[in-house]
């Protein structure tokens, strides 16, 4: 290996701002502009109402640092705390896994994967779930569909949302299925979510094909309330039976 | 509301916002990507304040919000913030300087472009932004062994990269900006 300080030497010599330099300056006019722009929000409305809807602006803090390190790598719970003591991470290529207070919220980005791949990032943050990404129609996709587990009154929440929170189709920059399971999930469990279906590709689920009468894109199986309950609706009943 | 948080917030800030631009503007290929990156980390801060370390911790803090958010934003999906015509200018200024085109310069930087985005940033970290092995395990929530192994590790592959490239480091490079982002 090449001297050490050799590297470090070289490496200075590369960025545009150098080493030990500060890039702006904070009294520039730029710079006050955003902070006050900044500020008009209200700070901490994460923390207010963190299961309302505010939970994927979050989210998309809490999978970025999922996404901070490569494939399959679990991140230590100081990067992002969440006020719920230990909390863990997992990314890979297929999927980000991040605890946020109660709940680990997993986002899918490859639908496609194998759901194999899923168990390990679940099982990575302690949870037994077998996840399946099934073709659904498209007013399920973000729903789970059916789901199976030894906790009893298991509560979750599945979307399909943009890091705006808006609710997103597939295929659109940055839009992902996204599902919520508490941390304190025991057993093993599993779960049927919806994805859009490639052209010609059956359902999964074809009987409910024809109720196309709910267009749900989130689903929380819990009796509490949200801003946005009016879009809810109860999932289905979980099935006693294994998934294929 | 806690009334604490502005004040602590805008003091952060004023603190960190030189070290968060220069680490976008290291970062990204353009003074609005730097600017959007920039922007971002201190509203994500903000929205997060009652889970920002205090004193020195905090700027480690914020480079690790901001590695995430680049990470997001080299996949388009960072969010659009509210920034100015003038932040974007004054991100300008930081790319104002005529890179050097040296031969060895651009061969270096082309093989660290090569290396893994984890390796990247830990080398970066240490002799751009100037973190030791601990701060940088606060930073990105990492064991401090953690991090001298990985670091170890990107140097190996760092340097075993630059003598397959052909390229033979000299001390003598100067700090010259590069002409592309890293």
New interface residues.
């Given amino acids: 290996?090449?001297n050490?300080?050799?590297?470090?030497?070289?490496?200075?010599?590369?960025?545009?701002?150098?080493?030990?330099?500060?890039?702006?300056?904070?009294s520039?006019?730029?710079?006050r502009?955003?902070?006050a722009?900044?500020?008009e929000?209200?700070?901490?409305?994460?923390?207010v109402e963190p299961r309302g809807r505010y939970g994927f602006?979050?989210l998309?803090?809490g999978l970025?640092?999922a996404?901070?390190?490569?494939a399959g790598i679990v991140?230590?719970?100081?990067?992002?705390?969440?006020?719920g003591g230990a909390a863990s991470s997992y990314a890979s290529s297929e999927i980000e896994i991040q605890r946020e207070g109660d709940e680990y919220v997993a986002r899918i980005k490859d639908p496609f994967a194998d759901h194999q791949k899923f168990s390990k990032a679940f099982e990575a943050v302690g949870l037994d779930v077998e996840l399946l990404i099934v073709p659904v129609p498209p007013s399920q996709v973000g729903s789970v569909v059916s789901a199976g587990f030894e906790t009893p009154s298991t509560e979750w929440t599945s979307a399909m949302v943009?890091?705006?929170e808006k609710v997103c189709k597939a295929g659109e920059?940055?839009c992902y299925l996204l599902l919520r399971l508490p941390a304190d999930l025991t057993g093993k469990s599993w779960f049927k979510l919806g994805r859009q279906a490639r052209a010609g590709e059956t359902y999964d689920n074809p009987g409910r094909a024809t109720a196309a009468v709910t267009p749900v894109q989130t689903t929380r199986r819990t009796p509490r309330s949200s801003p946005q309950s009016g879009t809810e609706t109860p999932a289905p009943p979980p099935r006693p039976a294994e998934p294929t | 509301m806690d009334d604490e948080r502005p004040a602590r917030f805008e003091a952060v800030y004023k603190g960190a916002y030189g070290q968060i631009t220069a680490y976008a503007a290291r970062r990204c290929d353009s003074p609005q990507d730097a600017a959007d990156v920039v922007a971002e980390t201190f509203a994500i801060a903000w929205r997060r304040m009652d889970e920002m370390p205090p004193g020195q911790e905090a700027t480690l803090w914020l480079y690790g919000v901001a590695r995430n958010v680049l990470a997001n934003h080299r996949r388009g999906e960072v969010r659009r913030q509210a920034r100015s015509v003038e932040l974007d200018a004054e991100m300008a200024d930081l790319y104002g300087n005529s890179p050097d085109s040296g031969v060895e310069l651009a061969a270096i930087a082309q093989v660290f472009r090569t290396l893994p985005d984890d390796d990247r940033e830990l080398l970066s970290l240490v002799a751009w932004e100037g973190l030791d092995r601990q701060e940088i395990a606060t930073a990105l929530g990492l064991s401090r062994n953690a991090v001298r192994i990985r670091l170890h590790r990107a140097r190996g592959r760092f340097s075993r990269a630059l003598t397959e490239a052909g390229v033979r480091v000299t001390s003598e490079s100067r700090l010259i900006p590069a002409e592309r982002p890293l």
Avoid: Q
């Avoid at chain 1, 470090?8 to 080493?19: G, K, S």
């Avoid at chain 1, 520039?28 to 710079?31: E, F, I, K, N, T």
């Avoid at chain 1, 996404?67 to 490569?70: F, K, N, R």
């Avoid at chain 1, 991140?75 to 006020?83: A, E, I, K, N, T």
């Fill in positions: 290996m090449k050490v300080d050799e590297i470090e030497i070289m490496m200075r010599t590369l960025p545009r701002v150098r080493p030990g330099r500060p890039g702006g300056r904070p520039d006019a730029g710079a502009t955003l902070l722009s900044i500020m929000e209200e700070p901490g409305a994460t923390v602006r979050r998309a803090v970025a640092a996404a901070l390190l490569a991140v230590g719970p100081s990067l992002l705390r969440d006020g943009d890091r705006d920059k940055g």
